[in-house]
Protein backbone atom coordinates (compact mmCIF):
# COMPACT_ATOMS: atom_id res chain seq x y z
CA UNK A 1 0.00 0.00 0.00
CA UNK A 2 3.07 2.15 1.18
CA UNK A 3 6.23 2.26 -1.01
CA UNK A 4 9.12 4.46 -0.35
CA UNK A 5 12.33 4.56 -2.90
CA UNK A 6 15.77 6.00 -2.27
CA UNK A 7 14.45 8.52 0.10
CA UNK A 8 16.52 11.35 1.13
CA UNK A 9 16.11 14.94 2.79
CA UNK A 10 18.50 17.00 3.60
CA UNK A 11 18.30 19.83 6.38
CA UNK A 12 21.07 22.99 5.48
CA UNK A 13 24.51 20.71 4.68
CA UNK A 14 23.05 17.47 6.77
CA UNK A 15 21.19 14.27 5.65
CA UNK A 16 18.79 13.68 7.76
CA UNK A 17 17.24 10.49 5.68
CA UNK A 18 19.82 9.13 3.01
CA UNK A 19 18.81 6.47 0.26
CA UNK A 20 15.86 4.75 2.52
CA UNK A 21 13.42 2.39 0.87
CA UNK A 22 11.12 0.08 2.41
CA UNK A 23 7.12 -0.76 1.72
CA UNK A 24 4.14 -1.01 4.12
CA UNK A 25 1.67 -3.85 3.45
CA UNK A 26 -2.04 -3.77 4.21
CA UNK A 27 -2.84 -5.63 7.44
CA UNK A 28 0.80 -4.82 9.29
CA UNK A 29 2.02 -2.85 11.73
CA UNK A 30 5.62 -1.21 11.22
CA UNK A 31 7.15 -0.18 13.74
CA UNK A 32 9.95 2.94 12.94
CA UNK A 33 12.96 2.68 16.05
CA UNK A 34 16.33 4.18 16.33
CA UNK A 35 17.70 6.47 18.61
CA UNK A 36 16.82 10.06 19.45
CA UNK A 37 17.64 12.22 15.72
CA UNK A 38 17.78 9.45 13.97
CA UNK A 39 15.22 10.40 11.60
CA UNK A 40 12.33 8.27 12.51
CA UNK A 41 9.70 10.89 12.45
CA UNK A 42 11.21 12.81 9.26
CA UNK A 43 10.71 9.36 7.43
CA UNK A 44 6.87 9.86 8.65
CA UNK A 45 6.28 13.03 7.87
CA UNK A 46 7.95 11.62 4.17
CA UNK A 47 5.27 8.75 4.39
CA UNK A 48 2.47 10.10 5.12
CA UNK A 49 2.66 12.45 2.42
CA UNK A 50 3.32 15.92 5.10
CA UNK A 51 7.02 16.59 4.03
CA UNK A 52 8.39 16.00 0.33
CA UNK A 53 11.72 14.67 -0.01
CA UNK A 54 14.80 15.80 -1.70
CA UNK A 55 14.93 12.83 -3.87
CA UNK A 56 13.17 10.00 -3.91
CA UNK A 57 9.28 9.00 -4.34
CA UNK A 58 6.41 7.87 -1.93
CA UNK A 59 3.78 6.15 -3.73
CA UNK A 60 -0.01 4.89 -1.94
CA UNK A 61 -1.27 2.23 -4.03
CA UNK A 62 0.53 2.88 -7.03
CA UNK A 63 0.23 6.84 -6.67
CA UNK A 64 2.92 9.22 -6.16
CA UNK A 65 1.57 10.69 -3.16
CA UNK A 66 2.96 14.24 -3.56
CA UNK A 67 0.17 14.09 -6.55
CA UNK A 68 -2.63 13.23 -4.37
CA UNK A 69 -4.95 16.49 -3.58
CA UNK A 70 -5.19 16.95 0.66
CA UNK A 71 -9.03 16.24 0.28
CA UNK A 72 -8.77 12.59 -0.78
CA UNK A 73 -5.24 12.45 0.68
CA UNK A 74 -7.18 12.82 4.22
CA UNK A 75 -9.60 10.13 3.34
CA UNK A 76 -6.59 7.29 2.43
CA UNK A 77 -4.29 8.32 5.41
CA UNK A 78 -4.47 9.77 9.19
CA UNK A 79 -1.51 11.30 11.04
CA UNK A 80 -1.03 11.94 14.65
CA UNK A 81 1.80 13.73 15.34
CA UNK A 82 3.95 14.36 18.66
CA UNK A 83 2.16 17.62 19.36
CA UNK A 84 -0.93 17.06 20.82
CA UNK A 85 -2.34 20.93 20.47
CA UNK A 86 -5.82 22.61 20.14
CA UNK A 87 -5.53 26.44 20.37
CA UNK A 88 -9.15 26.65 21.64
CA UNK A 89 -10.97 25.17 24.48
CA UNK A 90 -13.39 22.62 22.41
CA UNK A 91 -14.98 20.03 24.13
CA UNK A 92 -12.93 16.30 23.94
CA UNK A 93 -16.31 15.35 21.88
CA UNK A 94 -15.59 17.95 19.33
CA UNK A 95 -12.15 17.51 19.01
CA UNK A 96 -12.93 13.64 17.84
CA UNK A 97 -15.31 14.79 15.52
CA UNK A 98 -12.81 17.04 13.82
CA UNK A 99 -11.56 13.65 12.38
CA UNK A 100 -14.83 13.18 10.33
CA UNK A 101 -14.24 16.28 8.58
CA UNK A 102 -12.52 14.46 5.15
CA UNK A 103 -16.15 12.67 5.07
CA UNK A 104 -18.01 15.54 5.03
CA UNK A 105 -20.39 15.79 2.15
CA UNK A 106 -19.84 11.92 0.91
CA UNK A 107 -22.18 9.26 2.37
CA UNK A 108 -19.73 8.08 4.44
CA UNK A 109 -20.84 11.07 6.93
CA UNK A 110 -23.89 9.52 8.03
CA UNK A 111 -21.86 6.99 10.11
CA UNK A 112 -20.17 10.26 11.99
CA UNK A 113 -21.70 9.82 15.14
CA UNK A 114 -21.20 6.31 15.71
CA UNK A 115 -17.80 6.29 14.43
CA UNK A 116 -17.04 9.37 17.04
CA UNK A 117 -18.67 7.45 19.62
CA UNK A 118 -16.90 4.40 19.16
CA UNK A 119 -13.46 6.10 18.77
CA UNK A 120 -13.90 7.20 22.58
CA UNK A 121 -14.69 4.44 23.93
CA UNK A 122 -11.60 2.40 22.09
CA UNK A 123 -9.13 5.04 23.42
CA UNK A 124 -10.92 4.99 26.84
CA UNK A 125 -12.00 8.82 26.62
CA UNK A 126 -16.14 8.44 26.42
CA UNK A 127 -16.24 9.43 30.09
CA UNK A 128 -13.86 12.68 29.20
CA UNK A 129 -16.26 13.59 26.42
CA UNK A 130 -17.96 16.84 27.98
CA UNK A 131 -14.28 18.19 29.32
CA UNK A 132 -12.37 20.89 27.70
CA UNK A 133 -9.43 19.84 25.75
CA UNK A 134 -6.83 22.14 27.26
CA UNK A 135 -7.85 20.87 31.00
CA UNK A 136 -6.89 17.82 30.20
CA UNK A 137 -3.38 16.10 31.53
CA UNK A 138 -0.46 15.22 28.89
CA UNK A 139 -1.85 11.61 28.78
CA UNK A 140 -5.32 12.13 28.36
CA UNK A 141 -4.70 14.98 25.27
CA UNK A 142 -2.58 12.49 23.70
CA UNK A 143 -5.52 9.73 23.92
CA UNK A 144 -8.07 12.18 22.73
CA UNK A 145 -5.87 12.93 20.16
CA UNK A 146 -5.51 9.25 19.08
CA UNK A 147 -9.30 9.23 19.12
CA UNK A 148 -9.32 12.01 16.41
CA UNK A 149 -7.07 10.12 14.21
CA UNK A 150 -9.30 6.91 14.50
CA UNK A 151 -12.35 8.50 13.62
CA UNK A 152 -10.99 9.77 10.00
CA UNK A 153 -11.52 5.67 9.73
CA UNK A 154 -8.59 5.39 7.08
CA UNK A 155 -6.85 2.69 4.89
CA UNK A 156 -3.66 4.15 6.47
CA UNK A 157 -2.56 5.05 9.93
CA UNK A 158 0.50 7.35 11.21
CA UNK A 159 1.35 7.38 14.83
CA UNK A 160 4.46 9.22 15.70
CA UNK A 161 4.86 8.55 19.88
CA UNK A 162 1.62 7.79 20.28
CA UNK A 163 2.87 6.02 23.82
CA UNK A 164 5.43 8.78 25.05
CA UNK A 165 3.09 10.52 27.76
CA UNK A 166 0.75 7.33 28.51
CA UNK A 167 0.76 4.95 31.89
CA UNK A 168 1.47 0.99 31.78
CA UNK A 169 -1.91 0.20 31.02
CA UNK A 170 -2.64 3.08 28.49
CA UNK A 171 0.50 1.86 26.35
CA UNK A 172 -0.30 -1.49 26.27
CA UNK A 173 -4.34 -0.57 25.01
CA UNK A 174 -3.11 1.79 22.02
CA UNK A 175 -0.71 -0.91 20.98
CA UNK A 176 -3.65 -3.41 20.97
CA UNK A 177 -5.29 -0.32 18.93
CA UNK A 178 -3.48 -0.51 16.69
CA UNK A 179 -3.02 -4.32 15.73
CA UNK A 180 -6.78 -4.21 15.78
CA UNK A 181 -6.14 -1.84 13.23
CA UNK A 182 -3.76 -4.38 11.32
CA UNK A 183 -6.19 -7.07 11.44
CA UNK A 184 -9.00 -5.04 10.05
CA UNK A 185 -6.53 -4.55 6.95
CA UNK A 186 -5.33 -1.54 7.98
CA UNK A 187 -1.60 -0.11 7.23
CA UNK A 188 -0.28 0.86 10.47
CA UNK A 189 3.53 2.31 10.96
CA UNK A 190 4.19 3.91 14.23
CA UNK A 191 7.29 5.28 15.44
CA UNK A 192 7.88 4.04 19.37
CA UNK A 193 11.35 4.24 21.56
CA UNK A 194 10.32 1.02 23.94
CA UNK A 195 11.84 -1.84 21.73
CA UNK A 196 10.40 -4.42 24.42
CA UNK A 197 7.02 -3.04 23.00
CA UNK A 198 7.77 -2.62 19.72
CA UNK A 199 9.06 -5.90 19.84
CA UNK A 200 5.76 -7.26 21.46
CA UNK A 201 3.20 -5.30 18.80
CA UNK A 202 4.99 -5.07 15.32
CA UNK A 203 5.06 -7.52 12.26
CA UNK A 204 7.93 -5.85 11.09
CA UNK A 205 10.32 -3.32 12.60
CA UNK A 206 12.46 -0.76 10.62
CA UNK A 207 15.60 0.35 12.62
CA UNK A 208 16.70 3.60 11.28
CA UNK A 209 20.15 5.35 12.72
CA UNK A 210 21.88 8.10 11.58
CA UNK A 211 19.13 8.57 8.24
CA UNK A 212 19.34 5.61 7.08
CA UNK A 213 18.07 1.72 7.56
CA UNK A 214 19.96 -0.28 9.26
CA UNK A 215 17.91 -3.03 9.23
CA UNK A 216 13.95 -4.10 8.58
CA UNK A 217 12.47 -7.16 9.44
CA UNK A 218 10.63 -9.34 12.34
CA UNK A 219 11.42 -8.14 15.95
CA UNK A 220 13.41 -10.96 16.44
CA UNK A 221 15.71 -10.17 13.19
CA UNK A 222 15.86 -6.54 14.26
CA UNK A 223 16.38 -7.09 18.08
CA UNK A 224 19.91 -8.95 18.63
CA UNK A 225 21.88 -7.52 21.32
CA UNK A 226 24.89 -6.60 19.04
CA UNK A 227 22.91 -4.37 17.00
CA UNK A 228 21.30 -2.47 19.73
CA UNK A 229 24.09 -2.02 21.10
CA UNK A 230 25.61 -0.77 18.23
CA UNK A 231 23.29 1.67 17.58
CA UNK A 232 22.35 2.46 20.88
CA UNK A 233 25.59 2.69 22.50
CA UNK A 234 24.34 0.59 25.17
CA UNK A 235 25.29 -3.07 26.50
CA UNK A 236 21.80 -4.87 26.46
CA UNK A 237 20.69 -8.78 26.98
CA UNK A 238 17.78 -9.80 24.70
CA UNK A 239 15.29 -12.44 26.71
CA UNK A 240 12.33 -14.38 24.97
CA UNK A 241 8.75 -13.86 26.16
CA UNK A 242 5.94 -15.25 24.91
CA UNK A 243 8.01 -15.26 21.49
CA UNK A 244 8.82 -11.67 21.54
CA UNK A 245 12.24 -10.13 21.95
CA UNK A 246 12.50 -8.23 25.34
CA UNK A 247 15.34 -5.51 25.63
CA UNK A 248 16.66 -4.91 28.98
CA UNK A 249 19.82 -2.49 29.63
CA UNK A 250 22.72 -4.02 31.50
CA UNK A 251 22.96 -2.10 34.82
Same mark, same amino acid.
Given at each position: MISARNVSVRLDSRAILDDVSLDVAPGEVL??????????????????????????????????????RHAEL?????????ENTVSFPFRVSEVVAMGRSPWSR????????AVVNDALAVTDVAHLSERRFTTLSGGEKARVSLARVLAQHTPVVFLDE?????????QEEVMRVARSM???????? $?? =? @? +??????????????????????IGTPSEVLTA?????????? $?? =? @? +??GGHPVVVPRR
Open positions: ALVGPNGAGKSTLLSVLSGDRKPDSGTVTIDGRDIGGIARLRAVLTQTPDSRDDVPTAALDLRHAADGRAVV $VV =L @H +DLSLAGAYSDRLALVAHGTLDAERVERVYGLA $VD =L @H +DV
